[in-house]
């Protein structure tokens, strides 16, 4: 029996979920190199194999091409902090584990910086709830459980503290490096996040035992 082929595209579902693949790595890819605004949709058909116009037909648009690609790296990495409450220090854990993604996913950075940040696009909503969002559900039980802050608002704030800490010195990435003089590789691997850690954690201790006054 043959199988009927309209207009070019491919009717077996097996062959169009392997072209939508193929399409959202190559989309990853480019974004580790450039930045989203710079990189064009036959950039991603270029470096997929793939007819420009297939782009359309799976996703509708550039735009809606990255918002699969962000559900497909929060599917990916978070399902690596599911279980991070059963260990003895989840937080730690958690840091080593974070910091390992923004080092090795530049695309998650750039996205970050010049797409979502005070922006109000589909884009930027889609990364919110695929990131941010999830984080803040599961980090500050991570905080309370470790640390043993009661007050669910505290282990928000520290919740948030902490992400600013971990995200920061790749968002200022310029700034750290032409007036501080720290390159990537010093912000990077396990002494820093042994560091962050003992600090972070040592000053939460410090703060809710001893509450400075003014």
């Known amino acids: 029996m043959t199988t009927k082929v309209t207009r070019g595209r491919p009717v077996c579902e097996v062959k169009q979920a392997e072209q939508r693949a193929k399409l959202i790595l190559a989309a990853k890819e480019l974004l580790n190199l450039k930045s989203y605004s710079q990189i064009t949709i036959r950039d991603i058909a270029a470096e997929a194999g793939i007819n420009s116009a297939m782009i359309k037909y799976y996703f509708g648009g550039k735009e809606n091409l990255f918002v699969h690609l962000i559900q497909s790296l929060a599917d990916e990495h978070f399902a690596q902090f599911e279980n991070l409450s059963e260990h003895k220090k989840p937080l ?5 584990r974070f910091a390992e993604i923004l080092h090795t996913h530049p695309g998650f950075v750039h996205l970050l910086s010049e797409e979502v940040l005070n922006k109000t696009t589909p884009l930027a909503h889609a990364f919110m709830e695929a990131f941010p969002s999830r984080v803040s559900k599961f980090l500050p039980q991570f905080i309370q459980q470790e640390t043993g802050i ?4 505290k282990a928000k704030l520290a919740a948030f503290q902490l992400i600013t800490l971990l995200v920061s010195p790749y968002i200022l990435k310029t700034l750290r490096q032409q007036a501080w003089g720290i390159d990537d590789t010093e912000i990077q691997g396990e002494q820093w996040t042994k560091d962050l850690y003992q600090r972070f954690v040592f000053g939460l201790k410090e ?3 001893n509450e400075v006054e003014f």
């Not at 009661?150 to 608002?153: A, N, Q, S, T």
């Open 92 to 96: 730690y854990l958690f840091i080593c």
């Open 150 to 153: 009661e007050d669910l608002r």
């Open 207 to 209: 703060s809710d035992i």
